[in-house]
């Protein structure tokens, strides 16, 4: 049961009717227990990991409060072992063991690897890092251990945001998880707007751009140059459209319910830096990254450009290995913390070039230039997050020219581009796109749902029944999943 279905909307109506129609101390256990079902309905099976790992982390903070520094320190890594052993066996443990037999076999050592071959849980990788953000701040001080376990496990399971994120922080979430939330019509109208605006941006542009990627990054080698650099694109905006689609429908979901979530992406396409993208682009991620990986290591000893420089790689590298056991993500973090570690350095300079070349006149077209670089090497970044293989990542990302000189041969582009379907239906979604990216471009600290209130009743209107009708006649009817379910 995914955000894509019938079944959830079902099971979201239902829900949500029971929760504003029984007695407020219900409420919080009604939504675990439909979040037991919602992720039961996917592989029933791991409800018993997530629960062990609910239950030790509960138990250790509990116990956190009771004890001496050096006995709270052993706690703590109790806690992190059994979260990240877990999320270790699952995610990358035939990743490390393949790669381990495969240096053992260039240096003439020879022993068998058993494979686990398990499956990996739906969403491990966002409620390990929830989890372990709610144990490390209890263990700092700034986060009361929470005495109700159900409410604990609320926290890691709540449904919206169980299997993709965001990643709350228990400062935001837990305190809201003991409130009382009434009906709201305002409130829940601007939810079910939010819900289905993230719908919209998931089946009608992302899934119909992915059809043309999926068409080509299935089987490279036959196509041109041109095409590879237009999937590559269309993933870049595909990738967008999906995830904070999601987002949109579980904050939209969660807001129904009376619940404010935090917000994953803020106008990433405005991006004027690489750094910027990352204050944009998937936030809780990124923010816990800063937090909990990069801070800790670079306020721990004297800070030197080359420990600041040495600390933003290794997080970067920490951080796609997070997104999959594979060289590709690997190499995905790498490109960031490479283009930061670029960008930092060669700062000053390319003011002084802006102001030697009169960039610096023209502010727009200024803007424009940073916009469309940034984009460019996101875009490349993205190759390896989208492909199988680190092999078939490398033979895209150095055939993106072949046969770029004929791109203004008319019969060129037909044979290449024209003649495929599948770019038709994609470029179809361009338009919807941009109009989409221009919408969002003017929210501000506002959200869509809130926009669209603003707006005249007439153009509002308009505006909600040109999304159903969209939803009704183009959906694709046969889209993927949601990308960041399988992290």
């Given amino acids: 049961m995914t955000f894509v279905t019938y079944q959830f909307y079902i099971f979201f109506i239902l829900t949500t009717l029971l929760y504003f129609s029984i007695p407020y101390k219900w409420r919080p256990r009604l939504i675990l227990l439909a979040s037991c079902a919602f992720y039961a309905a996917l592989i029933p099976v791991y409800l018993l990991i997530l629960f062990l790992l609910i239950t030790i982390d509960y138990t250790t903070a509990r116990l956190m409060e009771r004890v001496q520094e050096r006995a709270r320190t052993h706690l703590l890594l109790i806690s992190i072992i059994s979260l990240c052993g877990i999320l270790f066996t699952f995610k990358y443990f035939d990743f490390f063991a393949a790669n381990v037999h495969t240096i053992a076999e260039l240096i003439g050592w020879h022993y068998n690897t058993t494979l686990l071959m398990l499956a990996l849980p739906l969403g491990l990788s966002f409620h390990t890092f929830q989890s372990l953000s709610y ?16 409410t604990y496990a609320l926290y890691v399971m709540f449904y919206p945001q169980l299997v993709a994120g965001p990643i709350e922080r228990p400062q935001q979430l837990l305190p809201q998880l003991h409130g009382h939330h009434t009906f709201n019509y305002e409130r829940v109208k601007l939810g079910l707007i939010r819900m289905t605006w993230g719908l919209f941006k998931k089946t009608v542009i992302a899934d119909h751009l992915g059809l043309a990627v999926t068409h080509v990054f299935d089987h490279p080698e036959l196509h041109p140059g041109v095409s590879l650099m237009m999937a590559a694109s269309f993933f870049t905006l595909q990738l967008y459209f999906d995830f904070s689609g999601y987002c949109d429908i579980a904050l939209g979901a969660a807001q129904v319910l009376g619940i404010t979530l935090v917000e994953n992406f803020k106008q990433p396409f405005s991006s004027r830096s690489i750094a910027e993208w990352w204050r944009r682009w998937h936030i809780s991620l990124s923010n816990w990254f800063r937090d909990y990986l990069y801070y800790p290591l670079i306020l721990s000893k004297k800070i030197t450009p080359l420990r600041i420089y040495g600390t933003t790689l290794l997080t970067f590298l920490v951080m796609g290995l997070w997104h999959g056991a594979n ?15 670029v960008g930092t350095m060669t700062q000053k300079w390319r003011e002084k070039f802006h102001i030697w070349s009169t960039l610096v006149r023209y502010p727009k077209l200024h803007r424009t230039l940073q916009i469309a670089t940034v984009f460019t090497l996101v875009t490349f970044s993205f190759i390896f997050f989208r492909a199988q293989t680190l092999s078939q990542a490398l033979y895209i990302a150095t055939h993106l020219f072949v046969g770029i000189e004929q791109i203004w041969n008319p019969l060129y582009l037909k044979a290449t581009l024209l003649s495929n379907g599948l770019f038709i239906k994609a470029a179809a979604a361009l338009p919807l796109a941009l109009l989409v990216l221009w919408v969002e471009s003017r929210l501000g600290d506002g959200t869509v749902s809130t926009f669209f209130a603003r707006q005249k ?9 040109a999304l159903i009708i969209m939803l009704i006649f183009f959906n694709t009817g046969a889209g993927p999943g ?6």
């Fill in 327 to 341: 060289w590709t993500y690997v190499i995905l973090g790498g490109l960031h913390g490479t283009y930061i570690i």
């Fill in 457 to 465: 009743a007439m153009v509002r209107w308009a505006a909600y029944y």
């Fill in 482 to 487: 949601f990308i960041y379910f399988q992290f």
């Fill in 135 to 150: 144990v490390i701040e209890v263990y700092r001080g700034k986060q009361p251990a929470e005495k109700n376990f159900f």
